[in-house]
């Protein structure tokens, strides 16, 4: 018997579902950017709701923690940027005073979420060395001691392979934690949509008219439309639909959004840098459909069921939007599935080559599509939203 099945057939998983049971101070573990944590969340959900007095902590990045007060199934959050993470470059004084933080918490178990590129074993070292007695994470190689309960990680970056939220769900399921709702997570809090309203109307918006969202932004060079692109795609859908066209993006963005807006004939309103992340979500959740790269937007959209067509670069299969009406566009290519951060063949195909015609018909469609469900349900808008 190879290790890998010996790992699974002498564990008594009913013996195993009663320690996690059992615990009730969590640390889940998410290391990466917002959308990574908010393709947790399900997963998180699900670790929560196993008992009334569970609480939860999430050690995460400084850009995946931002969503931590958005989310009912997090308690707490402990900022950590590790330097096994891209970008990060730590200090030795920051993981000693992680560890002293994570033994003052004394934590019951630990649960350590990654994407199949990369190690869970640098943080199951941390959590041990904080002595956490529970320690679960998927894992391509037998980490012994190091783990407590492990999945084997037989995901590869291919085409069919299982999505980024169903990963995470089964890992906790392996352990005995189950949710009903598999919808992601993300509730504006109840300051957010009154101080979105009032900065959209200060950019001379229409809140009683409809509009959509665009974020032209991203994170990687690799999964980002061009932004004029975008505008042209904003234009036409504005000319068809007579929906207001918002641009949203950090305080770094503006070059990108004005780029944008100098493609447009018709009028457009700038949200760029004013916005808090809460503040973005109670715009998204008011919109007939986002339009944006592979990026937070895309999943937020994803967590308040706002339609979304999604310049999906074609770099990784498992993010595409989650249980949520949407298109995912981009343009075949034979190096597909590259998982880089810029495009290793320089021509960028995947999402060049995807028209702004295109983008703006998806669009369109999505945006028919909810008009014609309104007749029959009530109309949904930020004046009808309420968040706790």
Not at 8 to 26: E, G, L, M, P, Q
Not at 36 to 51: F, G, N, Y
Request: with cysteine; hydrophobic share 45%; proline share 6%.
């Amino acid at each position: 018997m190879n290790t890998v099945a010996a790992s699974i057939v002498w564990k008594d998983s009913s013996s195993t579902h009663k320690r996690w049971r059992d615990a009730r101070n969590v640390l889940v573990v998410r290391l990466d950017n917002l959308g990574d944590v908010l393709m947790t969340t399900p997963a998180i959900t699900a670790i929560r709701q196993s008992a009334p007095d569970m609480r939860v902590t999430l050690l995460g990045s400084r850009a995946g923690a931002a969503a931590a007060r958005h989310v009912p199934a997090i308690d707490e959050v402990i900022t950590y940027d590790a330097p096994w993470v891209k970008g990060c470059a730590g200090s030795e004084d920051v993981d000693r005073r992680l560890l002293a933080n994570l033994r003052r918490h004394e934590f019951d178990a630990a649960v350590i979420f990654t994407v199949c590129t990369q190690s869970a074993l640098p943080a199951a070292v941390m959590m041990r060395l904080a002595g956490i007695p529970l320690r679960l994470a998927h894992s391509r190689e037998n980490p012994y001691d190091l783990l407590t309960d492990w999945v084997p990680d037989g995901d590869v970056c291919e085409d069919g392979m299982r999505h980024e939220v169903a990963r995470q769900l089964d890992l906790v399921r392996s352990v005995g934690f189950r949710v009903a709702n598999e919808s992601l997570v993300f509730h504006p809090l109840a300051g957010d949509v009154p101080n979105m309203r009032r900065k959209f109307a200060a950019a001379g918006g229409d809140l009683a008219q409809p509009y959509i969202v665009v974020h032209p932004g991203a994170t990687a060079a690799s999964r980002r439309y061009p932004a004029e692109r975008f505008g042209m795609a904003a234009d036409l859908v504005a000319r068809e639909s007579g929906c207001q066209i918002v641009f949203s993006g950090g305080r770094d963005e503006h070059a990108l959004v004005a780029a944008a807006r100098r493609h447009m004939q018709q009028p457009a309103l700038s949200m760029a840098g004013e916005l808090t992340l809460g503040e973005l979500a109670a715009l998204i959740a008011g919109a007939q459909v986002t339009v944006c790269n592979n990026s937070g937007p895309a999943h937020i959209s994803a967590a308040l069921g706002t339609p979304v067509v999604v310049l999906y670069a074609l770099t990784n299969p498992q993010h595409t939007p989650w249980n949520v009406k949407a298109r995912v566009l981009n343009h075949d290519v034979p190096c597909r599935n590259c998982l880089k951060s810029s495009c290793p063949q320089l021509h960028h195909d995947c999402l060049l080559k995807v028209e702004p015609e295109q983008v703006a018909a998806a669009a369109l469609e999505l945006i028919h599509t909810q008009r014609s469900a309104a007749v029959l349900a009530p109309a949904r808008g930020p004046a009808l939203m309420s968040f706790g």
